[in-house]
């Protein structure tokens, strides 16, 4: 088999991973629909993807296999700076009254790595979720680390997708934000990512002096009032993600 052959395999079945993934399980029709390739094809794939584990099947449905949980888990056990940062969020836990998560970007967007609530029934983030940057604290931290060209890359494949009435919608109006985060050291999401909800972030950086992730702390606005946010939780994420930079270099 030819090595273009086997990338476009590879990238069919990444494919039907995502779309059974976005559709929260799926058929062998609804995967044909999607994708648009012959039936024996997608078959083929599929059985494959069941039979390492990726995929389950019940009755006509399949869903994605919790061996995804397995290898979510020892992608964070293989970076060992992360045990600091998990140290460093137990003990914020026990200071503040506030949500505090840790999030790295990967292939421009925001994922949940570790997080700890005010109570745990209360949490609203799983870790394993991905988020847009443009909408949330730690993502807008993590973009105004980056060059120009780096965020213009990112907003080029990902955009601006809308989810509260004040999520930023102007690439002009989101660079402008990013500027003044990059004088102030942290950045701030008021409602919109999720609306009702407030956090401020802040950006460690690795011995290399790359982004190694962000920490938020927040929580509903009933909880979090914007002064609150502005002085005690500016000062606290930023101390934190300081002492967590500092430790790894």
């Given at each position: 088999?030819?090595?273009?052959?086997?990338?476009?395999?590879?990238?069919?079945?990444?494919?039907?991973?995502?779309?059974?993934s976005e559709q929260e399980g799926a058929t062998l029709r609804s995967l044909v629909k999607e994708t648009d390739l012959a039936k024996s094809t997608v078959y083929?794939?599929?059985?494959?993807?069941?039979?390492?584990?990726?995929?389950?099947?019940?009755?006509?449905?399949?869903?994605?296999?919790?061996?995804?949980?397995?290898?979510?888990?020892?992608?964070?056990?293989?970076?060992?700076?992360?045990?600091?940062?998990?140290?460093?969020?137990?003990?914020?836990?026990?200071?503040?009254?506030?949500?505090?998560?840790?999030?790295?970007?990967?292939?421009?967007?925001?994922?949940?790595?570790?997080?700890?609530?005010?109570?745990?029934?209360?949490?609203?983030?799983?870790?394993?979720?991905?988020?847009?940057?443009?909408?949330?604290?730690?993502?807008?931290?993590?973009?105004?680390?980056?060059?120009?060209?780096?965020?213009?890359?990112?907003?080029?494949?990902?955009?601006?997708?809308?989810?509260?009435?004040?999520?930023?919608?102007?690439?002009?109006?989101?660079?402008?934000?990013?500027?003044?985060?990059?004088?102030?050291?942290?950045?701030?999401?008021?409602?919109?990512?999720?609306?009702?909800?407030?956090?401020?972030?802040?950006?460690?950086?690795?011995?290399?002096?790359?982004?190694?992730g962000a920490i938020s702390i927040g929580g509903p606005a009933y909880r979090v009032d914007r002064a609150r946010l502005e002085d005690d939780f500016s000062e606290?994420?930023?101390?934190?993600?300081?002492?967590?930079?500092?430790?790894?270099?």
């Amino acid at each position: 088999m030819a090595g273009d052959e086997k990338l476009t395999t590879t990238a069919t079945s990444i494919r039907l991973l995502e779309a059974v993934s976005e559709q929260e399980g799926a058929t062998l029709r609804s995967l044909v629909k999607e994708t648009d390739l012959a039936k024996s094809t997608v078959y083929k794939h599929l059985s494959t993807l069941q039979a390492n584990n990726l995929l389950i099947k019940k009755g006509e449905q399949y869903l994605l296999g919790l061996h995804h949980l397995t290898l979510g888990k020892r992608a964070v056990e293989m970076r060992d700076s992360y045990r600091l940062v998990e140290k460093k969020i137990d003990e914020l836990r026990n200071r503040t009254e506030a949500d505090i998560d840790f999030t790295v970007e990967e292939n421009g967007r925001l994922i949940l790595v570790s997080e700890a609530t005010r109570t745990m029934s209360e949490s609203i983030f799983v870790p394993g979720n991905e988020f847009y940057l443009h909408n949330t604290a730690a993502g807008k931290a993590i973009l105004a680390s980056y060059s120009d060209n780096r965020v213009d890359a990112i907003l080029d494949r990902h955009g601006l997708p809308l989810r509260t009435d004040k999520t930023i919608q102007s690439r002009s109006k989101l660079k402008s934000e990013l500027k003044s985060i990059r004088e102030k050291g942290y950045a701030l999401n008021d409602g919109e990512c999720i609306e009702g909800y407030r956090s401020v972030g802040s950006v460690i950086m690795d011995p290399s002096d790359s982004v190694l992730g962000a920490i938020s702390i927040g929580g509903p606005a009933y909880r979090v009032d914007r002064a609150r946010l502005e002085d005690d939780f500016s000062e606290l994420v930023c101390n934190t993600t300081s002492e967590i930079t500092e430790s790894l270099s």
